[in-house]
């Protein structure tokens, strides 16, 4: 009898285990896992906007739980900057990322601290001893705001279940840059890291130039691939080596920069770059606020005004 009832159990713990999924083969498991991880982390839509802010970067990314701003665009681009954030709901920034401390990147900074709730504020850790920077870390000591230094290897979270992956500048480099009389090169010092969010990511690169793009192409490899990319740079010759887009492998670009700005961004060698990948590219002097939207497995991209470049 006792093995009876033994038998019983065991036929009964063994449809159990078939009915919630225990029977699948290793493959599915692990296949299934995979998905789940995936969907049961992200929630909701992530929306990336790279504002229409005049030569200069500013670009929001909403998550369903953060708000967060990679640049803030350059100081007489003000109007810009308040009149997009204000466009697109934003009242409080839950992190600001500043990727290097020249004018067309933390020129707004002044705006956003003095007209919207910052919680947070990242920088690339290299002092600067420019008169806009100087404000710009006044400002924050006044308001009593957190600050921090990003490195490589970083991951930031952004809530939602989205994450940004830090490649640059590496600690080594933020050590050197720190040292009295360091010859600084602002855009080879940008915080250049990818936002992922489930199978999308969007690689983010400041105006990181080919001298920078190259040791984070030989530290990161094909772990640097991303969906869409934020062009560096402004688009500029110096960027987006052959190697950097080897290692990216994008799909779609998008361009910041000003219409008829004095530096012919987005540069023609750039373009054609590009063009011989098959990018879509999106620049915001033509397109104007350029937004992503993905669920984490798909996304689309849809300009403000007319179509692919
Ligand atoms: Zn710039």
Do not use: W
């Amino acid at each position: 009898m006792r093995k009876k009832i033994g038998l019983i159990l065991g036929v009964a713990l063994l449809l159990i285990a078939v009915l919630s999924g225990c029977g699948k083969t290793p493959e599915d498991s692990a296949a299934g896992n995979g998905s789940a991880v995936e969907s049961s982390t992200t929630a909701g839509n992530l929306v990336v906007k790279m504002l229409n802010v005049g030569q200069g970067d500013a670009i929001l990314i909403q998550t369903s739980e953060q708000t967060v701003l990679i640049d803030t665009s350059d100081i007489d681009e003000r109007d810009k900057l308040r009149r997009e954030l204000t466009k697109a709901g934003v009242k409080k920034i839950d992190k600001v990322i500043l990727t290097h401390p020249h004018a067309d990147h933390i020129g707004g900074m002044e705006v956003v601290l003095d007209e919207f709730e910052v919680k947070e504020v990242y920088d690339n850790g290299m002092p600067s001893t420019s008169k806009i920077y100087l404000n710009y870390m006044k400002k924050l000591k006044a308001k009593g705001i957190n600050h921090k230094a990003l490195k490589a290897g970083d991951v930031v979270d952004f809530g939602g279940g989205a994450s940004f992956h830090v490649y640059a500048p590496t600690e080594a480099h933020q050590q050197e840059g720190r040292q009295k009389g360091y010859k600084h090169d602002p855009n080879n010092e940008s915080v250049v890291g990818k936002l992922v969010f489930g199978e999308f990511a969007m690689m983010f690169t400041g105006d990181a130039e080919k001298k920078e793009e190259e040791p984070i192409v030989g530290g990161f490899g094909t772990d640097l691939k991303a969906q869409v990319l934020k062009a560096g740079h402004h688009g500029s010759k110096t960027s987006s080596s052959k190697e950097f887009l080897r290692a990216v492998q994008p799909e779609t670009a998008l361009i910041s920069c000003g219409a008829g700005n004095d530096y012919g961004h987005p540069h023609k060698e750039t373009m054609k770059k590009y063009k011989a990948l098959h990018l879509k590219i999106f620049e915001t002097d033509k397109n104007g606020t350029i937004t992503v939207s993905t669920d984490g497995k798909t996304y689309t991209v849809t300009p403000e005004q007319g179509g692919e470049q």
